[in-house]
């Protein structure tokens, strides 16, 4: 895992291309957030290309998840589930209150994974996406820093190149 940059603009279209029918980021929006200072793209790179990537958004206290996608290839072996726990990571140690997240209602899988990981529904927004589907919002409260989850953490920061 490592932060995106401009220069993996093009592998980022690209898997906007492979992973969404609809709402992809364009490339004028990737550049906004790969350069805006608030927001955080991570990539999984397994060396001959981007199999997952994660961006997410600091809003005061709250941390957005803009995205979270994996290559089909790669799917069900647990990077989505890790992407979004290094979200919980990256969000506590920002000092964030809660990772929030808009999903369509009709993208079981992603539901699947955030129920998984604990989120909770907290919101229902009609005909939240531009193509009229509608979008549940979910949350989760992040889990206040410990000495020990700290140490964990920077170990783990040591052992990667995030
Ligand atoms: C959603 C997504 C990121 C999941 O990535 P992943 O790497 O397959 O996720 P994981 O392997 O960590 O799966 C974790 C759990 O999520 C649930 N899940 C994942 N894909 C699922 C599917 N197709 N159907 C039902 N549940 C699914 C399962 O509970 C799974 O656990 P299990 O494999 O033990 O049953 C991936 O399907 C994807 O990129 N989808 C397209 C982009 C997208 O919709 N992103 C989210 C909105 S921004």
Redesign the pocket.
């Given at each position: 895992m490592r932060p995106a940059g401009l220069q993996d603009i093009d592998a980022l279209v690209r898997i906007e291309e492979l992973?969404?029918d609809r709402g992809r980021f364009r490339q004028d929006h990737l550049r906004w957030i790969l350069t805006n200072e608030r927001a955080v793209t991570l990539v999984e790179d397994n060396g001959s290309g981007l199999t997952g990537v994660l961006m997410l958004l600091f809003e005061g206290r709250v941390c957005r998840v803009l995205?979270?996608?994996?290559v089909p290839d790669?799917?069900?072996?647990?990077?989505?589930?890790r992407l979004m726990q290094i979200a919980e990571d990256v969000a506590m140690e920002r000092g964030c209150a809660s990772v929030r997240l808009e999903?369509s209602t009709q993208?079981?899988?992603?539901i699947?994974?955030y129920r998984?990981l604990d989120y909770k529904l907290d919101g229902h927004l009609p005909r939240y996406y531009s193509w009229g589907e509608d979008a549940f919002s979910m949350h989760k409260p992040v889990r206040e820093a410990t000495p020990a989850s700290i140490a964990t953490r920077a170990a783990a920061v040591e052992d990667s190149t995030i």
């Open positions: 992973c969404f995205s979270v996608a994996v790669a799917r069900r072996r647990g990077l989505g589930t999903v993208n079981l899988a992603a699947e994974l998984g």
